[in-house]
């Protein structure tokens, strides 16, 4: 939510960009989802990940509901067409490559662009090897509901937005508009881009995915204006349509520097990775997880079953994989 971005951050990025201040934070918050109950990563690797000979793996989970719909469909091909356990991981963006190269997991399947963990992990440790795309395209952005895009077309425009902070103001704010974010753990450029872009508006962070998109569908019930981070692909459009503001045009280079950042987010087709040793020695699980390539469409429609329909993500991901063979078959080893 992704999520960093993914680029030079370039680095959501769910989606493309969340700070390396909170880098250390989120490694005290690394938790682990197992059969067994939960357990702190921190101190305790998966029981699962690395083993030699074992038909186990140990899926990295990011907080977005996209993110676990991968996981979930990846999980239930392993499990029923390939015979593997599976054990899932719940961990924040930036320690989760931390874990990856330690082989605490095996996979990481939704990446937004970590350059900086990219060239210690790959180019310089080679711990961890690039397992190919996602398929699927992410995008940060700032939005605000389309119902106020029509009747203030120019608010779409960053130069306009300090003529609508008034509006966009929450008791949240301290007298200045709002930018809703979700999660603190998520790499963002926001903050420095209301700054460097001379904005009247305060982020302000919901806590989770969960939490924001339970604000976002408040306001849209009561028809009232918001200014949200935001990305796509995200089941959330299809329930609240929302329009993007446009910033400054993304050019390569231009988040380099996380404080003096002043342009949008890139668009970034977004990445899987493997440990090192288990690419290596994954044998038919390995294998599985280079050829898994999906469409934004089909990862918003198991994400969606998730978020609205309140499946379970082994339900969501039976339910897709009944309806999506053709897809999924290719994914399999010949």
Not at 33 to 42: I, K, Q, R, V, W
Not at 209 to 229: M, W
Request: with cysteine; hydrophobic share 40%; aromatic share 10%.
């Amino acid at each position: 939510m992704a999520r960093t971005t993914r680029s030079t951050r370039s680095t959501r990025t769910k989606h493309t960009t969340r700070t390396a201040a909170l880098a250390a934070a989120a490694a005290l918050a690394l938790t682990a989802l197992t059969g067994c109950g939960a357990a702190d990563m921190t101190r305790q690797a998966s029981p699962y990940a690395d083993a030699k000979g074992s038909r186990t793996v140990t899926l990295s989970v990011q907080s977005w509901v996209g993110a676990q719909a991968n996981v979930a469909v990846a999980q239930y091909l392993l499990e029923h067409e390939l015979g593997y356990r599976v054990d899932t991981v719940q961990i924040d963006e930036v320690p989760a490559w931390d874990a990856l190269s330690q082989g605490r997991v095996d996979a990481i399947l939704e990446d937004w662009g970590h350059p900086e963990q990219e060239k210690r992990y790959i180019d310089d440790k080679g711990t961890i090897e690039r397992g190919g795309d996602l398929g699927v395209t992410g995008h940060i952005g700032w939005f605000v509901p389309t119902y106020f895009a029509e009747e203030h077309p120019d608010v779409t425009d960053w130069k306009n937005l300090n003529k609508y902070a008034d509006q966009f103001r929450t008791a949240e704010s301290g007298g200045k508009g709002q930018l809703l974010d979700g999660s603190p753990s998520y790499v963002t450029n926001d903050k420095a881009l209301v700054k460097n872009l001379d904005l009247d508006y305060q982020v302000v962070f919901a806590g989770s995915e969960a939490a924001q998109i339970t604000q976002i569908r408040q306001f849209a019930k009561e028809k009232k204006p918001f200014l949200s981070y935001w990305y796509k692909p995200q089941w959330l459009f299809e329930k609240v349509p929302m329009t993007e503001v446009e910033l400054p045009e993304y050019k390569e280079g231009c988040d380099a520097d996380p404080q003096k950042v002043a342009c949008a987010y890139p668009h970034t087709p977004l990445q899987k990775f493997l440990n090192a040793r288990f690419a290596a020695d994954g044998g038919d699980a390995a294998a599985f997880l280079k050829k898994f390539r999906w469409t934004t469409e089909m990862q918003n429609d198991v994400a969606l079953m998730i978020a609205e329909e309140k499946l379970s993500p082994q339900e969501a991901a039976a339910r897709w994989a009944e309806q999506n063979e053709p897809t999924w078959r290719s994914w399999l080893p010949s």
